[in-house]
């Protein structure tokens, strides 16, 4: 059995029932001991831990125990502690549950070892706008069963009626139904994570049940854009969490409609990534996610300047000229004018525009639908037979017609000139006969010419059916094993391609995008980008994509905290550097989950392009809360991925705020590892590093890695 009292000792410096400073310490089986934390000794016990509530702004605490009505809060001392004992929660909870159930020794599972630090995740993303319609029964076209990790599901204009199942029950909303549906789609393997709506903008995350443990400090929230901000039928939804020990947003979003709307749009995204408070509020979602997910309709068109736009677009899309059509699309153009989703990844998409099509009825059919549809086909080809022979029946006639007139005439004209010569008969006689032989040609040439239109037509759709056939995905890779994904034709689907609507003039457009931004040396991999036109419910046609991504496992509990068992690990920066900075007194601050405090250096001023002396870099511990928000001009990541070497090595990290650039810091990293203080001492004193600033503080000067 693993001890995990050292792991979930945290240090509280203010509570509503004690004055003084105490330590919570949580044990295996939920229960608090509460110790004086000047010599440790235990001050009280509490009973198991029912649940508690954060607060995002200050590093507090309430506490729910059992037989307790009220809670009890506390004040750590700092966010990162808080953080710490939270998850700590949230890992025994499921695990004392179990063991309570199964009368077993409880046991943490997916650690780190010296072997194996990370594991490797499959996820499946879909987005659609639903039109506000009725979604079909079987998702299997869209969605394939058992085969990813995580399913992430992002809905816009999901609202629609919802007939009861029985007369005395009140139908459930939208948002239980399609609950409903995603979970018996998917079946009992999976449970739901998280969701979250707004309007009819939705979210839903699902993973495995057999992985539910691998996930942990789950938020959610979302951001209203329509009309001033203050509408949700725009915006954007969010659900964050880590897997393992990894943090991961997903985004829901439906942005400003309408072609010349760009600059809208754009404001739309800006809104959101500025409003958005998801897991730690001192930082923008941009530098606390290693990956984000951003999916939706966002509403980015075709801008075709020229005569007839949607004519020449679905010929280009005819001949699949998509590279050609990219050219014309707004999200690409915003996006290299650096003026949206900056940072983020998309592929080419190699599949036809998913807006505007002719929405067509549902693919569930019943029986006599099914008869009613196959009866009028052949009704239809019945009727063109009987069309046909007709025109033959009509063409016939009117040569006899003209035959009984031509002899009418010839009779006249020989009692009329009776007189006339046996030679002028026999030349009219001729003339005749080649007036009959023309008519019959012509008669030929007719039934020869609807012969050709029809097998013209028929080779026209067994082109069209191979073409779309071509345009459905087939193979995605995962861990060197080939999973087959295809759209299957079901019972009473249809078997031509989708028809774009000319109403209203839409253009067809890539509305529906799914895009991803991710930290520096972070292992992501998309294995597909498509869309499912075989769902026809909606004028859109669901898109997915798919990625595999690899997580970090968490540390052992041994490592959380390393000055117990003696280990230090110290994280050495130097030759700092700044370029083009927006503000020009700056100093930095230094902040991570596996830090105890924040480490700021001292202000460098009157210069946009700061230097810093190895000196100007202190080693204290401080209050990581105390930066605010007002006081920051930016923030960068600085990966250690590759700075556990013998060498220090280059890093450069652009600096940011929301979605504006704000410079960027250069500089060596180097993590050292040692069981001997004055060892790393040493070397602070070698590379001319500070231990002290003017803030100073006379506690432990190594910063402990987790």
């Not at 995740?121 to 009725?134: C, K, L, R, Y």
């Not at 691998?214 to 209203?224: G, H, L, P, R, T």
């Not at 052949?378 to 033959?392: C, E, F, G, M, P």
């Not at 920066?573 to 105890?596: R, V």
Request: proline share 4%; net charge neutral; hydrophobic share 30%.
């Amino acid at each position: 059995m693993i001890s995990l009292t050292a792991f979930h000792q945290v240090k509280v410096i203010q509570t509503g029932v004690f004055s003084k400073n105490i330590i919570l310490e949580l044990n295996e089986d939920l229960t608090v001991t509460i110790l004086d934390a000047k010599d440790l000794k235990i001050i009280k016990k509490k009973n198991q831990v029912e649940k508690f509530e954060k607060n995002f702004d200050l590093p507090k605490l309430k506490v729910w125990f059992k037989k307790q009505k009220k809670p009890n809060e506390y004040e750590f001392e700092s966010g990162t502690a808080r953080e710490r004992f939270c998850e700590a929660i949230n890992i025994l909870k499921d695990s004392v549950e179990d063991s309570q159930k199964e009368k077993s020794v409880v046991k943490l599972k997916r650690r780190a070892t010296k072997e194996k630090s990370t594991e490797k995740f499959n996820i499946f993303t879909g987005s659609w706008n639903m039109g506000e319609s009725t979604p079909p029964d079987d998702l299997s076209p869209w969605i394939p069963r058992d085969i990813f990790d995580i399913y992430a599901f992002s809905l816009q204009e999901s609202n629609y009626s919802i007939p009861s199942k029985n007369e005395e029950k009140k139908s459930s909303s939208c948002e239980d139904d399609l609950l409903e549906r995603f979970q018996s789609h998917l079946g009992s393997n999976y449970t739901v994570l998280a969701y979250q709506s707004m309007y009819m903008i939705r979210l839903f995350i699902f993973v495995k049940k057999s992985l539910k443990d691998a996930f942990s400090s789950i938020d959610s929230n979302y951001v209203m854009t329509g009309v001033g901000g203050l509408f949700g039928n725009k915006g954007g939804v969010l659900i964050s969490f880590k897997i393992d020990h990894t943090p991961v947003c997903f985004i829901s979003s439906h942005l400003a409609a309408h072609l010349e709307n760009v600059s809208q749009r754009n404001q739309d995204y800006t809104s959101i990534v500025e409003k958005a408070k998801i897991g730690l509020p001192i930082f923008d979602i941009f530098n606390q996610f290693h990956h984000i997910f951003w999916m939706g309709d966002l509403n980015y068109r075709l801008d075709v300047k020229r005569e007839n736009p949607i004519e020449r677009v679905v010929s280009e899309i005819e001949k699949k000229n998509y590279e050609g059509l990219l050219e014309a699309d707004q999200l690409t153009l915003e996006m290299k004018e650096k003026r949206v989703f900056q940072g983020f990844i998309e592929p080419h998409p190699s599949f036809p525009p998913t807006y505007k099509y002719d929405p067509e009825i549902s693919m569930k059919f019943s029986r006599f639908i099914q008869k009613s549809i196959d009866l009028t086909q052949y009704n239809v080809s019945v009727q063109k037979s009987i069309d046909l022979t007709r025109q033959q029946i009509g063409l016939q006639k009117k040569t006899n017609q003209n035959e009984n007139n031509q002899n009418q005439n010839q009779n006249e004209n020989q009692n009329l000139n009776e007189n006339q010569n046996l030679n002028e008969n026999q030349n009219q006689n001729q003339n005749e006969n080649q007036n009959q032989n023309q008519n019959q040609n012509e008669n030929q040439n007719q039934n020869e010419n609807q012969n050709e239109n029809q097998n013209q037509n028929q080779n026209q759709n067994q082109n069209e059916n191979e073409n779309q056939n071509e345009n459905n995905p087939k193979k995605v890779s995962f861990n060197e094993n080939e999973i087959e994904i295809e759209n299957k034709n079901q019972k009473g689907n249809f078997d031509h391609p989708r028809t774009y609507s000319k109403q209203r003039n839409r253009i067809p457009s890539w509305c529906d995008r799914i895009l991803t931004r991710s930290f520096p040396n972070t292992k992501i991999k998309r294995t597909s980008y498509s869309c499912c036109d075989d769902i026809r419910t909606s004028d859109h046609s669901p898109i997915y994509s798919t990625f595999e991504i690899e997580t970090l496992l968490p540390p052992p509990p041994q490592s959380i905290f390393s000055g117990i068992v003696g280990l230090l690990c110290g994280i050495i920066i130097s030759d700092l550097k700044g370029k083009d900075l927006k503000s020009n007194n700056t100093y930095l601050t230094f902040k991570a989950s596996f830090l105890e405090s924040k480490i700021d250096t001292s202000i460098v001023k009157k210069t946009n392009d700061p230097i810093w002396k190895n000196s100007d870099i202190p080693n204290f511990i401080n209050d990581p809360d105390l930066v605010k928000k007002n006081d920051c001009a930016g923030w960068g990541i600085i990966s250690l991925a590759k700075a556990c070497e013998k060498d220090p090595v280059n890093f450069t990290a652009k600096i940011s705020k929301y979605t504006q650039s704000c410079g960027k810091i250069t500089g060596n990293v180097q993590v050292i590892w040692t069981n001997n203080n004055d060892n790393f001492e040493n070397l602070l004193r070698s590379r001319n590093i500070s231990k002290k600033g003017k803030k100073q503080d006379k506690k432990s000067k190594t910063n402990n890695n987790n």
